[in-house]
């Protein structure tokens, strides 16, 4: 007896093709099975509303799957389709549609001029040359129109200056344009938030820019204030503006794996918070009423610089405070909660951060050598530089000089002229040098220069003496 392989699928000169297909069947799975193709003489059901072609060779959408009427769900994710333009007779019956790893080299050009009426979701990720064929006016076209989707997911398209694109989505609820799969090395390139684009998203509930390349968050997120969740992890962030704050019905905060040296003062006014991830950054302090918000279940602050626990842990049901500058609770209470954080992280180390040695630039009365430097806007020292085989060389005994990088700028620094903008307190780190001490530091760095000369001045004395 055939199985149902058998009865659906034959080869034909080593292609795979569509043999049969019963005629009760309304949801079909065709996944695997090495397509390249679907005879444009077999017809599939009329009355088919989930199909299934993912992980196939397919390098069009078969004439057969256009032809559909009555299609909701179609998944042509991991194939070779390149461009996906025709209008499909199930325009407006479609509701989801994956087109996830293929080798789009536009975006479906039917979905933005005939705006699909049920389409709600759509998937684009991980087609690299999606953007490849925007010129010639294609792109401005396409701007202009505005589709009905609400969940698009768009990462891995290495978008950078086509970010408009997004602002086609103003029905936008879910936006998904960065993701922590790290297999791919195609991320979109933002570089702050909102980018361009997304300006025309206001109604946006869940947004994923994980991995996306952001130095900054502007002002303007304070836009999304229907926002619940929001991913920024593996990004470039060292700070976030007194405005997100004001995204009064976010739930759940990812910001692990930045560069974040505080929290605005004002992040106790995100009362509907539930979930805030910080782990793997530079916070020195976390603020003061974090674990009394009235929802909060889950903190994890994990390998950061926190010099003491949080007050209130107890009205957590989730927390991991460890690889901090403090001893980690070891209370039976604890560890059961530090337990279910830990249930998809068992690589963590338990206890404190092992302690550095703080150099005198870090926490000195004066400033450094570099700060002096950097305050000068002189991003340069300077060395002596000679080679063996100059030695023998008039010139080897003149001095040579050559730049050289100076490094960045301390965290420690960084946070002190954090606080004092916002007012709290005033080290005398940050005092200017004296314009003496400049001047005498810039005289060593940059040494008179003295030659010989043959004659009456080979004594080195001036004209004047």
Known sequence: ???PEEKTIEKRNGVSMIKLIPEHISI???????LKTIDENMKLLLNLTQLNLSNNKLSEVPVSVLNLENLKVLDLSHNCIKYFDDTPLFCHTITTLNLANNDLNSPPYWIWSETPTNLAEINLCCNVNITKSLHNGYYEELLQYKTLVTSILICNCKLKDRLDLIGTFPKAKSLVLGTTDFSFYSHNDLEEVPCNGMDNCCDIEYLNLSNTNIYTVKSSIEM???LKEINLSHNKLDCLPEE???LENLEICILSYNHLYSLPANFGNLSKITTLSVEYNELYALPSNICQLPNIKRLDVYDNY???VPDGIENLLEVDLAQNCFEEPNDEEYLEKRKIIRADNDYRCDGRKVEKDISESEHSKSFTD???LSINDKQDTYVTTSSPEDWDSDDYWIPHFTRTSVSAQSPWLYYVK?????GNFCPI?????????QVRYERMCNPKIQYESDGQFDDFSGDDS
């Open 306 to 308: 926190l010099y003491e």
């Open 224 to 226: 999304y204030r229907n």
């Open 418 to 422: 954090k606080k004092i903008e916002q």
């Open 28 to 34: 079909l799975d065709l996944s695997n099975k090495d």
């Open 1 to 3: 007896m055939e199985g």
């Open 429 to 437: 780190d940050a005092h200017p040098v004296p314009i003496a001490d």
């Open 244 to 246: 997100f704050c004001r």
């Open 370 to 372: 570099e700060d002096i």
